[in-house]
């Protein structure tokens, strides 16, 4: 059974950055496609950045393009999510999720709420406030 623990949730000032972590033990996640999503109050959880498993394909969401980065080492197991130049919007609870299925990064950012997602971690609190 895959278990998925995220890390690096904090308090930071807007403008400022974190790295979160999702990391994977016992099973490795070299052929899992890896998503970070998050789900702020009141709101729907939506898919902020995905990464393949086979040829580094990523994908993210309008609103954190060229300010995340998401990247794999598979040596370590982990998937990171780099973020730059946050801002109060992004507040949220950050979820790490894996799957096999999917044949795209989009399709699994996008549509994950139509067919689903099987793996799913406890997600962890990015609060951005001054």
């Known amino acids: 059974q895959l278990q998925l623990v995220e890390s690096g949730g904090d308090l930071v000032q807007p403008g400022g950055s974190l790295r979160l972590s999702c990391a994977a033990s016992?099973?490795?996640?070299?052929?899992?496609?890896i998503g970070w999503f998050r789900q702020a109050p009141g709101k729907e959880r939506e898919g902020v950045s995905c990464?393949?498993?086979?040829?580094?394909?990523?994908y993210y969401a309008d609103s954190v393009k060229g300010r995340f980065t998401i990247s794999r080492d598979n040596a370590k197991n982990t998937v990171y999510l780099q973020m730059h130049s946050l801002k109060p919007e992004d507040t949220a609870v950050y979820y790490c999720a894996a799957d096999l299925r999917y044949r795209s990064v989009q399709a699994m950012c996008v549509a994950y709420q139509d067919y689903g997602i099987d793996y799913w971690g406890k997600g962890t609190l990015v609060t951005v406030s001054s």
């Open positions: 990464i393949s498993s086979s040829d580094g394909s990523t």
């Open positions: 016992d099973v490795t996640l070299d052929y899992y496609i």
